[in-house]
Structures are given as C-alpha cells and as structure tokens.
C-alpha cells in the first residue's frame, strides 16, 4: 500500500516581474497563482503548481481554492487519484487547481519511494525517459518596435534558435514587428536545416475574427511564420476548418484546447495543425501527456507551452513532459525562472542556459527543493486540511 495523506496546504502567490508581459488578452507585471503542499503519513513532502487564468480555463484562485476544498482533496485519498481528470462545471474547466493537487502527489510519491517522477510515469504510460538536451524557445512580447528590436537583439546574443512573437489587434504595429523579426532573423528563417537554422511563429491569444485572420495570413507567409497560434477566440472553433482552408499557415490551439474530449473532437473536423501542451492549463502531466500521445497518434506537431510566471515547481513538470515526449516535441517554451521573476521559490535555480538549453530533473519526485522561508515570502496560506 502506497502512503496516505496527512495533511494539505493551499498558498496564493503573488510575485513580482523584473518586466510587464504583454500579449492580446492581458498585460501583467505579477505572477499571481496557487501552491499546493502534500505531506503523506510516513512524513514524505511534495509541492505542487496551478496558474488559473479566467480567460483560458475559467479558473480564478478563488475558484482554484474552492474546488480543491469541495472536489480534489478527497480525491487524492483515493486509491487512483490520477485516474480521474478534472472537473468541468459551470463552463469552468478546473484544470489548473488539479494540476497543483496532481503535481503535489507525485512529488511526495516520488519523494517516498526515491523515485523520479518521470521514471513513474514512464511505466504508467507506456513511455520511454529520454534525458536529451532540450530548446526552449524565447518569447516577444507585444508592444512597440522598439521594445521588440531590444528584446530581439537580447535573445539572438543567447544564441535561441526559435522565436514566437505575440501579435494582436494592431495590424500596422504586428506588421512592423514582423519586419524587424525577419530583418534580424531574416537569413536563419530562410534556412531549412542546419546549426544557424531560426523559426519564427507568433500567438494572436484569439485577438482575430475569421475575416481579419485570413487578411494577415499573407503578412505572415510574406515574413516566414511557420505557425500561428490561437487565431481565433476561444468558442469561435467552428471557424477554424474554414481558416485552414483559406490560408496555409499552420494553425497551433492553445486557449481552445482543454481536455481529451475537445482536442479529439478539433482533429476529427479538421480544425487544428498542431497542439499548444500547458501542464497547468492542460490539468496536470498525466493529462498533457495524453494529449501528446493523441497528438501523435493523429500525426499532429505539438509543442510544450508555459503560463507567464511559472516558478520552478511547473518549469520542473514541463522538463519532465519534455524527457518523457522526447524528439516528438516540436517547439519548447518555459524556465524562464529568475530571467522573468524577481524570486523563486525553490532552491535550485531552473532558469534555462545559453542557447535556450535546458537539462532533465535528475532527482527524487519532480526533482526540485521548495523552500518554505521563499514561499512564505511570496504567498499566503488559503487552505488547510488534515486527513
């Protein structure tokens, strides 16, 4: 018999940006989400990660906290907690509180046992660790040309080999950030293979209609977009087949890709091209990794999203998703850490290296330390329960 629960704590964080983010639905300069601490009856730790976001799941801390007290914290007394996938009511997909629940019992299972987390689900899904070195992909934030010639030129001196530029509502100011991405990264776009290949997609957060999205396709090909994320709004999808049809530039989903039942249901009416994976957004590991399996088992690209703030505990889930997917990931994004965050939260320090390169976890659950003198720095205790 595996160890039980003792007790859970729920945290709310706030931590402040060295820099405001900016994209179509929000601008941000804090990272706000929830921290979950498992501890088992033989005293084994773990913590946990969720990022609800409104315009994406539905989720607010607030709603995060509830259904943790109402829902999830009996489910991980259950015998297979990670059978089940989250909950879905009201139109809100608490994907977000059950990846902090998910992510606490696997590191405290992990932290019993000695083993890695990747190494667990590895045999409980039918995958293959692989520790290769993995790209992660430097994001541009929206903004001004300036901004953006700034943080391009910062980003090619660490030597990223793929870059996404959020896009918006302005045309005339996408358009001039397009041009400088491709007057920087102009020779590297062109190339198809090679160590000084570059890719450059972008990410409209669903800022477009059908009508707009088809004038902008031939912007995009005119710069050598690879691929175009979530043009559309979330429940416009019935749009999508129509766009795809109408222009070439690849689609990638993100906000309008949940769960299993939608992604399924988007491929079967030829609505998607590639699938955007957030562990947070997606309702934990166990979920995003069927995703990917869905993904390839259709022959879609898919790649490893983040949520703007993360801290070490979900750049640690998303690491453990890249070793366990391997070279099927098509792009990378996440471990941004101290680059992004003024503090983190566990001791190691889990920012990427030069070139975007980031390494697989390599100790007991999800491979990371969660300091309790950094959380309670950042968060405040909303929860708590003894089984």
């Not at 416009?236 to 129509?242: I, V, Y």
């Not at 980031?358 to 929860?383: D, E, F």
Request: proline share 4%; aromatic share 6%; net charge positive.
């Amino acid at each position: 018999m595996p160890p039980r629960p003792k007790s859970l704590e729920v945290w709310t964080y706030q931590i402040p940006m060295r820099v405001r983010f900016e994209h179509a639905r929000a601008g941000r300069s804090t990272s706000t989400g929830i921290l979950v601490r498992l501890e088992l009856d033989d005293e084994s730790v773990g913590w946990g990660e969720g990022i609800p976001r409104d315009y994406v799941t539905g989720e607010t801390v607030e709603t995060a906290v509830k259904i943790i007290r109402k829902t999830y914290a009996a489910r991980l007394l259950t015998n297979a907690p990670l059978a089940t996938q989250p909950v879905e009511e009201r139109g809100i997909v608490h994907n977000a509180a059950w990846c902090a629940c998910e992510l606490a019992y696997l590191d405290a299972l992990g932290n019993s046992r000695g083993d890695r987390v990747a190494d667990m689900l590895a045999g409980q899904l039918g995958l293959k660790p692989r520790r290769l070195l993995k790209r992660v992909s430097a994001i541009l934030s929206a903004g001004p040309v300036h901004k953006v010639r700034h943080m391009l030129r910062v980003m090619r001196v660490l030597a990223f080999r793929d870059y996404k530029l959020k896009v918006g509502a302005d045309a005339d100011q996408d358009a001039a950030n397009l041009a400088e991405c491709y007057r920087q990264l102009g020779r590297g776009l062109r190339r198809k293979r090679g160590p000084t290949r570059r890719t450059l997609r972008v990410d409209a957060n669903g800022a477009w209609d059908l009508e707009e999205a088809v004038r902008r396709a031939p912007v995009l090909t005119k710069y050598g977009v690879i691929a175009v994320e979530q043009p559309l709004a979330k429940g416009n999808e019935a749009a999508l087949a129509d766009l795809r049809r109408r222009t070439s530039v690849p689609i990638m989903l993100d906000e309008s890709l949940l769960t299993l039942r939608q992604a399924e249901g988007l491929v079967r009416g030829g609505q998607v091209d590639l699938f955007n994976i957030r562990v947070s957004k997606n309702g934990g590991l166990v979920q995003s990794l069927r995703l990917a399996q869905l993904a390839d088992r259709m022959g879609l690209d898919f790649q490893l999203g983040c949520m703007v703030g993360e801290t070490g505990i979900l750049s640690a889930a998303g690491r453990i998703f890249l070793e366990l997917c391997g070279r099927k990931v098509r792009f990378a994004e996440g471990s941004y850490g101290r680059f992004l965050l003024r503090s983190d939260i566990t001791r190691e320090r889990l920012s990427f290296g030069y070139g975007g390169f980031v390494r697989a976890m390599t100790g007991p659950g999800l491979g990371v330390h969660v300091s309790p003198q950094k959380v309670r720095r950042v968060a405040k205790c909303a929860l708590k329960i003894e089984f």
